[in-house]
């Protein structure tokens, strides 16, 4: 595919049909190698790898519902009672991340409330710590660790 601006991993990558597919540990399957795909298995695996997440409390493609339709955040993290504590959000490489990017994170927010979300497109990483009780949402400069959430 391309480089990220994440670490690499082996990648477990295969060809049914024609189509490249990519093992996602998480959903303990093959799904379609698409561009986005490519951002999130690299940003699930330098989450555990590097920041120490635990496999266990993350999930893609979770389903939500949002004013009477489903909707599928890019990835979610739990906590140890089974409470969503961060949302991720991925586009592909050439998808500049905008306004829109963050309005699509924040109404799945008004649904989940967690207290940290992530945009990435693979080269640009955005994360914010949404504090409830002053309102304030603060950037960090890096994607915390686990045990600091």
Not at 7 to 15: G, K, L, Q, R, V
Not at 60 to 69: A, C, F, S
Request: contains cysteine; positive net charge.
């Amino acid at each position: 595919m391309f480089a990220l601006n994440l670490p690499s991993f082996e990648a477990n990558i295969t060809n049914v049909n024609n189509q490249a597919q990519i093992f996602d540990i998480l959903r303990r399957r093959y799904v379609a190698l698409t561009p986005e795909e490519w951002v999130r298995q690299h940003f699930i695996h330098y989450l555990i790898e590097h920041k120490h997440y635990p496999a266990s409390l993350l999930a893609n493609e979770i389903t939500i519902q949002l004013n009477g339709m489903d909707r599928r955040c890019d990835s979610v993290l739990y906590n140890t009672k089974g409470q969503p504590i961060m949302i991720m959000e991925y586009k592909r490489p050439s998808v500049k991340i905008s306004q829109k990017t963050f309005s699509q994170i924040l109404s799945y927010n008004n649904v989940l409330k967690v207290n940290y979300i992530i945009v990435s497109n693979g080269l640009e990483h955005y994360c914010c710590h949404i504090d409830y009780t002053t309102l304030k949402a603060t950037y960090l400069k890096d994607i915390p660790e686990y045990l600091s959430l």
